[in-house]
């Protein structure tokens, strides 16, 4: 069993829930790959793929997108999951599903997308980016639970191994 866990990150947090679910798999003996979305040429190695993005402003990262909507026949064709990462806050805000999760979900038969709290670090934004989190009010901290994200990757470690032995 080959998995590919894939993932866009701006500034590394979505990057570590990719690493996180890899070695979530790798417990359970499964093959992992992880690697940056754009690196990725093609998933037809891989027997199950894990795709995941940053959000911001409610929507995928371009590249994330054109990732799936290139590849959309293929994840089809094979078990994927996907999972988005941002929002934040105690609870994080915003609740909703990125916008664009639900069409890619539907294109790649997705088994399961996941939205995963993410991070703010003000010293990582550029000066635009300062200015508009500080209009948002938007909370600073690490708001990752990797108690869920861990469970959530030993599910999908737990359905591919029923999957194998079915």
């Known amino acids: 069993m080959k998995v590919l866990v894939t ?4 500034y590394g947090s979505t990057s570590e829930i990719a690493r996180a679910i890899g070695d979530a798999l790798d417990e359970r003996h499964i093959e ?3 690697a940056p979305i754009d690196q990725v040429t093609t ?5 199950a793929v894990v795709a995941g993005s940053a959000v911001y402003a ?12 290139g590849n959309a026949h293929e994840l089809a ?13 105690d609870p994080p805000k915003p ?10 979900v539907e294109a790649t038969a997705t088994r399961d997308h996941r939205v995963f709290g993410g991070k703010l670090d003000k010293r990582q934004l550029s000066f635009g980016e ?4 500080t209009a948002l009010r938007a909370p600073e901290g690490d708001f990752r639970d990797w108690d869920e994200i861990r469970a959530w990757a030993l599910g999908i470690a737990d ?8």
């Open 95 to 104: 609740k909703e599903d990125p916008v664009d999760a639900a069409p890619m």
């Open 7 to 10: 993932v866009v990150s701006k």
């Open 43 to 47: 998933v037809k190695d891989h027997d």
């Open 58 to 69: 409610g929507h995928w990262m371009k590249v994330a997108k054109e990732f799936v909507k």
């Open 130 to 133: 300062k200015a508009l989190v």
């Open 159 to 166: 359905q591919l191994l029923a999957d194998v032995g079915a």
């Open 32 to 34: 992992v790959t992880v």
């Open 77 to 89: 064709a094979r078990p994927t999951w996907l999972f988005s990462s941002g929002p934040i806050g």
